[in-house]
């Protein structure tokens, strides 16, 4: 057993295809875990109960294509389209059997509509510029928001009033972040023992209501999987344990659900509200990603190509011109980023250039991003452009000889980086200018440190928040040695509160004044223990 209760032979026992019988004594459903453990003839879209068909209440529409994947992903085509495909393993030996194809999706006739294409995104706080130029950040946990389950998931409002937390318990809770903030309500001296010294603020509660979820008449409490708040608190989307996807009211009639969207068959473990609001990205345990339009409720469009559990879902953000520039500018200050650039620019051939050009023009950074991050639990993460459906996905490779594990990926606040954290203790990092498959380097935490499950980037481009089972550590980007192991400084700082257990979320703020993480396995193998911490971050300039 590892480091955070990742079962380090059960998960190699499914992904290499072992016999599910060996399995048995495990005590754990590692179908459940992974998501590879239907049948071929399942996933090759026969009538079967365990099938993973979209419909649960039998409302589905018409069968969609599965989209495969890009030219550059020639191992992850072929195993979308072949029965089962052998080839080396993690540790380059070993073969390993995939599924036939993704879950098959059952649209909606007629289908709903992609809103991003047809509203303008909505606008953003953005971060004081004392917090988006200094060098690095002072983060500091002076917060705890007291629970005694574990918390899978956070979501906060674009001004950070109030904060919503679901977990294992069934219930959604929703928190004064000012008040917290503020130091109104203290904790307790026996509440303080376990933790460090700074954090003597209670998280003060505002409200609560049950996550109750409706199958077959039956009203029943369920874990909270995901969560998703719309920016102004109007209302908030919910994940849950049957693979519906609950919409709640919150400013008035607060905790009233309003609505069920019902097509996942599994647990919903991603939910992204669209940059324009009006709608919802949702991954699930059964591996479809889908477009929902909020306005009919019907889905729009999805994305076909995982064969595993969604972990991440994100759009590419978006930047004001003057906030590009901005960033432009300090790139251009930093010798390190501009070392990279140089050599990029100097292997690179017309060729590169122009396909470089090409890659600017289809990611459009000037309206309502486009560009869709999807991550699966098996490691494969994808790019898609939403104003295409029949346009392949493009498939971001693992370093070598790293596990197929992804918890969490993220893009930077200006959507030139997405990082990956892997199961080996590192974080993939990749250029988007650069439309490369390979990360453009690896960050290495240390030895032991466990599974990197969260990542979040800062807004000065240079500091990288992540969190693995021992700490939370934010990485300074700008230091291109991070990858070496025989750097002369350590490229990380550890980031006091979080020592042992699985960190399910990490979320910072808009403004970037406060960062919050809750700890959590999301479903998933690994151990909590059942912190929700909040820091106040501070700029520094050294």
């Known amino acids: 057993m590892s480091d955070g209760g990742f079962n380090d032979e059960l998960l190699e026992k499914e992904l290499f295809g072992a ?66 495909t052998e080839g080396p393993g993690a540790d380059g030996g070993r073969p390993q059997q995939l599924p036939a194809k993704p879950v098959d999706i059952e649209m909606d006739v007629p289908p709903g509509e992609i809103t991003v294409l047809t509203h303008e995104a909505k606008t953003r706080p953005t971060a004081p510029q004392e917090l988006t130029s200094c060098a690095t950040y002072d983060i500091l946990p002076t917060m705890s928001f007291v629970s005694g389950y574990q918390m899978h998931a956070v979501a906060a409002t674009a001004s950070m009033r109030w904060v919503f937390t679901g977990g294992e318990d069934g219930y959604i809770r929703k928190w004064d972040m000012d008040a917290s903030a503020g130091g109104k309500q203290l904790l307790t001296q026996g509440q303080r023992h376990a933790l460090v010294d700074s954090v003597s603020k209670a998280g003060v509660m505002a409200s609560y209501w049950d996550h109750s979820d409706k199958t077959e008449d039956t009203e029943m409490l369920s874990p909270v999987y ?10 908030l989307v919910s994940g849950m344990k049957s693979g519906h996807i609950g919409l709640w009211t919150v400013r008035h009639d607060e905790g009233r659900r309003v609505a069920l969207l019902a097509k996942h068959s599994k647990p919903v473990s991603v939910l992204r509200i669209s940059p324009d609001e009006f709608g919802l990205v949702s991954g699930s345990w059964d591996r479809a990603v889908l477009y ?19 972990s991440s879902a994100e759009f590419r953000p978006t930047l004001a011109p003057e906030q590009r520039a901005a960033d432009t500018n300090r790139d251009d200050d930093d010798d390190s ?66 596990p197929r594990w992804a918890a969490s990926a993220c893009w930077s606040v200006d959507g030139s980086r997405i990082y990956v954290g892997r199961r080996n203790n590192t974080i993939d990092e990749y250029d988007v200018a650069m439309m490369g498959s390979d990360p453009v380097r690896t960050l290495r935490l240390p030895m032991n440190s ?14 990288l928040v992540c969190a693995s089972t021992d700490n939370v550590r934010m990485w300074n980007l700008a230091d291109d040695s991070a990858s070496d192991g ?53 700029p520094l300039d050294r």
Not at 67 to 74: I, K, R
Not at 226 to 235: G, P
């Open 19 to 84: 016999d599910s019988d060996d399995l048995d004594g495990a005590g754990m459903d590692v179908d459940e875990m992974i998501g590879m453990g239907d049948s071929v003839a399942g996933l090759a879209g026969e009538d079967s109960a365990g099938d993973g068909t979209l419909d649960p209440l039998g409302k589905g529409g018409a069968t969609t294509e599965a989209n495969g994947v890009s030219n550059g992903t020639a191992a992850a085509a072929a195993a979308t389209a072949a029965a089962t």
């Open 337 to 402: 980023s501009s070392s990279r650039r140089n050599s990029q620019e100097e292997d690179g051939d017309s060729s590169d250039r122009e396909s470089g050009t090409a890659a600017s023009q289809a990611f459009d950074v000037k309206a309502a991003s486009h560009v869709l991050l999807t991550a699966s639990i098996d490691g494969q993460c994808y790019l898609w452009d939403v104003r295409a459906p029949h346009r392949l996905p493009h498939a971001l490779n693992a370093a070598p000889r790293t």
């Open 292 to 310: 929902w339009d909020l306005n009919s409720g019907k889905i729009a469009r999805a994305f076909a190509g995982h064969v595993s559990q969604i």
């Open 226 to 235: 995901s969560l998703a708040v719309q920016s102004q608190a109007e209302w």
């Open 486 to 538: 025989a750097r002369a400084a350590v490229p990380f700082q550890i980031v006091p509160g979080h020592h042992g257990g699985a960190i399910s979320s990490i979320l910072v703020d808009e403004r970037s004044r406060y960062m919050l993480t809750t700890s959590g396995n999301r479903g998933w193998e690994g151990s909590s223990n059942n912190l929700h911490l909040g820091y106040e971050i501070s």
């Open 450 to 463: 466990g599974p990197v499950t969260a990542v979040a980037a800062m807004p000065n481009g240079r500091s």
